[in-house]
């Protein structure tokens, strides 16, 4: 993405005349801004003219609703919740201001908030744009206020508001973007190095910013596929295809974008009541990820746990219709009825609304249409195969930090998710969503390769097994121990990553946590970051020069539930970037009998939460079996007497009634012994106990 000339050669092939009819309606656009809200206006501009929250009838067109709604051609601002806005009335009434207005009363906020963005209008059209960067409270909504003024001073500003992607295209074209610029200077910075370039003189701003997102996209390669259903047994399907989009239930909770936090929204479905499954946290993150879908993101609406109606694209962004008798909760996508099927095998995790849909299965259902052909790529390497976003997201912070440590409770797939990084840079990414016996095949090729290796540390793994020390010389003959200097693993890695400098290599570090990190890392610890990589240190043991390669990543796993090991130290935590890997109730998706295995999930790990604390959920391995989630009674049984109740025995140490309060009435309340019963009717208590909506124990 850093070469200069693909840039060059990209634009000379880039169709600008496109990009008219498109941009002819974006110049319409503008001047409806312009002539809804002239500038000379802004000065005395009341509240109700600007703000979000206002008239839940949508009627009144507000500045902030026109912005993010209205005129979509001049460069997206959608995505997120209303603070974006800086203030905005939320749905309860309550005045939700930025961080430097709270302590103001609404009109004074806007007082203030109106004077800055004046401030800021005849700071561009004066050409003092050093200037924009004094109005702090701006900052707080910088998406729209440099959509504000790229549409007021088209001539100025490029139309892109996001700040990663203006930091990326920068990059893309050879600049260093400022750590700690406001979005503004980097539009204008990616203006000016623009024009600086011979090829894309005579360009227009509009051209500029399709040929950046054609052929440069920054957001992830792969987004999650979502299966959305368009109401009970698809009953709302004809009104989705014919008005072309999808919608979802939940309307109690009003306008999505006035959430901030998944944990917001679960204190709405709480208030909404039981209908609408309030209090699910996975609700609540399925809610705002489909309010949250891009332009390009892909879905499929199904009826059942058998019938594809039509896979779709989404065209838009999502918006809240209060004029719907139901279902109000709106995303615009493109259906394609092609791909409507009756499929060989139910999916059994679709009987919710929303499921996540593997992209591998997703290329399988779009392939039925003749001449259609499934994304992915061959061992060969034919075509780039997309990431998953999670493994995406690994990736990323190994470039931006060189060492990454997965956390999270045990058994939600940390280790997992470090093999897949393995796989992707070892050039197996065709395997990542493979059945078992293809993927532990390309596992073993990339593991018994040059470029990756796998460790778990352990109490006793030492600086002599990772970098270097003396061993005893097996091969020495005569009496007596021969001992030699071996290097150690990490020695071993670093040359021969050293030797191509040019090819990643990795080291994935199981039960990171679980080994002494200063003694064996030892001096090693320094070199890690990245400004430091290639500096030499003086190994204490054979006096050698060593340094570690700018090539060399590494990935770590530690369970937080582990507490029989001290926490990280400082100098070890500041040098990783740790990325979170959840419980995730969307991969046990299914039904055991009349158990709703996600929601049993759900509500056991919030019990877990209440009386232990989140590192000790159980992930959903627990739930699941090699093809899948668990499907019978006997493997449910199975999992919930010899893996669950181990578990939490253990996390409870003994305390009969701790294990009582998260396990309610399957459990003796005196005793802690789980009660016996056949699988058949312990599916049933658990359904009770836990899916039911009678409160727990505790309640």
């Known amino acids: 993405m850093n070469d200069t000339v693909d840039v060059r050669v990209a634009a000379a092939r880039f169709d600008r005349s496109g990009a008219a009819e498109d941009e002819a309606l974006a110049e319409d656009e503008r001047k409806r801004v312009l002539t809804e809200f002239p500038l000379q206006e802004w000065p005395t501009l009341p509240l ?80 003092d744009f050093e200037a924009l960067d004094d109005l702090d409270v701006l900052r707080f909504g910088a998406a729209l206020v440099t959509k504000s003024l790229a549409t007021y001073f088209p001539e100025h500003f490029l139309p892109v508001y996001s700040s990663d992607h203006l930091r990326r295209f920068l990059t893309l074209l050879g600049a260093a973007p400022e750590r700690d610029a406001p979005t503004w200077r980097l539009n204008r910075k990616l203006r000016e190095l623009v024009r600086s370039r011979p090829e894309f003189e005579a360009w227009t701003g509009h051209q500029v910013m399709h040929f950046l997102y ?74 705002l990820a489909f309010r949250d879908l891009e332009a390009g993101d892909r879905v499929v609406a199904n009826r059942g746990v058998s019938e594809i109606l039509a896979t779709g694209t989404v065209t838009g962004g999502y918006r809240f219709d209060p004029d719907r008798s139901q279902f109000q909760h709106l995303v615009p996508v493109h ?135 003396f061993k005893p010389d097996l091969a020495a003959v005569g009496p007596g121990l021969t001992l030699a200097l071996s290097d150690g693993l990490f020695h071993t890695l670093c040359q021969a990553a050293a030797a191509q400098p040019e090819r990643t290599f990795l080291l994935v570090i199981d039960e990171i946590n ?85 929601a049993f999930f759900e509500s056991l790990n919030t019990r877990i939460t209440r009386h232990l604390d989140a590192d000790h959920q159980i992930g959903h391995a627990y739930l699941l079996c090699a093809s899948g989630p668990i499907a019978t009674e006997g493997e449910l049984a199975a999992a919930f007497h010899h893996e669950v109740i181990p578990l939490l025995e253990d996390y409870c140490l003994g305390r009969a009634d701790l294990l009582h309060q998260i396990l309610g009435r399957l459990v003796d309340a005196d005793t802690g012994r789980p009660s016996l019963m056949t699988p058949q009717d312990l599916v049933a208590a658990l359904a009770t106990e836990f899916t039911s909506g009678e409160p727990g124990p505790d309640a």
């Not at 919710?352 to 399988?364: G, L």
């Not at 940390?414 to 059945?435: C, E, S």
């Not at 991969?587 to 158990?595: E, F, I, K, R, Y």
């Open 48 to 127: 109700e003219r600007y703000a979000l929250g206002l008239d839940l009838s949508g009627s009144l067109m507000t500045y902030c609703r026109l912005m993010e709604f209205g005129v979509p051609r001049l460069g997206s601002i959608k995505g997120g919740s209303a603070a974006k806005h800086i203030m905005y009335r939320h749905n309860s009434g309550e005045w939700r201001l930025a961080a430097p207005l709270r302590n103001l009363q609404q009109q004074d906020a806007w007082a203030q908030l109106r004077g800055q963005y004046v401030q800021a209008f005849e700071a561009a059209a004066a050409g």
């Open 214 to 287: 054609q052929d440069f996209d920054p957001r992830p390669r792969q987004r999650t596929i979502w299966k959305i259903a368009p109401g009970e047994r698809g009953r709302l399907w004809q009104d989705c295809l014919e008005g072309a989009f999808i919608c979802v239930a939940w309307d109690e909770v009003g306008d999505l974008g006035q959430y901030q936090s998944d944990s917001e929204l679960k204190q709405a479905l709480d208030v909404a009541g039981p209908d609408n499954t309030g209090g699910s946290l996975s609700t609540a993150r399925r809610l």
């Open 335 to 469: 259906w394609d009825t092609s791909h409507a099927q009756v499929l060989a095998k139910p999916q059994h995790g679709w009987r919710s609304t929303f499921a996540k849909v593997d992209p591998e299965r997703f290329a399988k259902f779009t392939a039925r249409r003749a001449g259609s052909a499934a994304t992915g790529s061959s061992p060969n390497g034919a075509q780039p195969l997309e990431l998953p976003e999670e493994v995406q997201g690994v990736l990323d912070a190994l470039q931006r930090k060189g060492q990454v440590i997965l956390h999270g409770p045990p058994g939600t797939g940390k280790t997992r998710l470090a093999l897949n990084v393995a796989l992707a840079l070892g050039g197996r990414a065709d395997a990542i969503t493979a059945d078992s016996a293809p993927r532990a095949e390309a596992l073993a090729d990339v593991l018994t390769g040059e470029r990756v290796r796998l460790v778990t540390f352990h109490p006793s793994y030492g600086y002599e097994d990772f970098v270097e020390g």
């Open 514 to 598: 679980r080994g002494d990190l200063p003694r064996i890392f030892g001096e090693l610890i320094t070199l890690l970051e990245m400004d430091k990589r290639g500096l030499p240190v003086t190994l204490p043991i054979s006096k050698r020069s060593f340094s570690v390669p700018p090539n060399l990543r590494i990935i770590g796993t530690m369970n937080t539930a582990d507490r029989s090991t001290s926490h990280l130290d400082a100098a070890i935590r500041r040098r990783f970037a740790f990325l979170p890997v959840a419980p995730d109730p969307d991969a046990v998706s299914g039904t055991v009998g009349p158990l709703d295995l996600a």
